[in-house]
């Protein structure tokens, strides 16, 4: 009897043991099943590509450079500089967001200032219903800095309703319709000026490079 108390609770013992590695396995695919949206997929993909914080700082002096062109010398250093700070930690590049500003305002000064005749405000020209929904007020969009954060809350709005596609997010950004098509080609246009401008400056410091490298 004695040996039967102790044999029964060893034979348990064993067919927990047996039984664990099924029910971590169990728990393991239930923690593999994923609700990742089609937008949360885009982002991670966004993010893997792993843009390295020296490519941001490419974008920031072509940006600047470009800006320049629009505004002063000053204004469009600011400007490049709020392009770098306003994107990081989100999935969107100082590209993204200096080709809205180009498209909205770069034939007005890229001006806080700057009104449509709509209504819309700012370098990045929120319309007030759509600033007041990202928490910020009319006079919130004649300060660079609270409407670039309004024009980025605005972008991942439209990133969300374009299911991750940051070309129609673009797009969306201006609405729909005719008008939406023609501001994505104007897009489209002040992006291939920008990856020109890229290449221009990448070209003349790889020149430095070698020249330095010869010397």
């Known amino acids: 009897m004695r040996k039967l108390l102790i044999i029964v609770p060893f034979l348990l013992f064993m067919a927990a043991c047996e ?23 885009e982002i991670k ?8 914080m020296s490519e941001r700082k490419r974008q920031v002096a072509v940006i600047e450079t470009i800006f320049k062109n629009h505004t002063t010398p000053d204004r469009a250093r600011q400007l490049a500089a709020l392009c770098f700070t306003k994107t990081l930690g989100t999935p969107f590049l100082p590209f993204d967001l200096a080709e809205i500003a ?41 300060n660079d800095e609270k409407c670039a954060e309004a024009a980025i809350r605005e972008l991942y709005s439209k990133l969300q309703m374009a299911q991750g596609n940051l070309d129609k997010a673009k797009k969306l ?25 890229l290449d221009r400056q990448s070209s003349k410091l790889a020149m430095l490079d070698t020249d330095r490298t010869t010397r």
């Open 19 to 41: 039984n664990a590695p099924v029910k971590k396995a169990e728990l393991n695919l239930t923690a593999t099943i994923s609700t990742e949206t089609s937008l949360d997929r």
């Open 102 to 142: 180009l498209a909205e305002t770069g034939g007005h000064k890229l001006s806080g200032a700057a009104v449509s005749s709509k209504g819309a405000l700012g370098v990045w020209q929120l319309m007030p219903s759509r600033a007041k929904s990202h928490g910020y007020t009319t006079r919130d969009m004649a």
């Open 173 to 197: 950004y201006c609405g729909q319709g005719p008008q939406a098509e023609q501001y994505s080609r104007k897009l489209a246009k002040i992006r291939r000026s920008m990856m020109d401008e």
């Open 45 to 52: 993909s966004l993010l893997e590509k792993g843009i390295s």
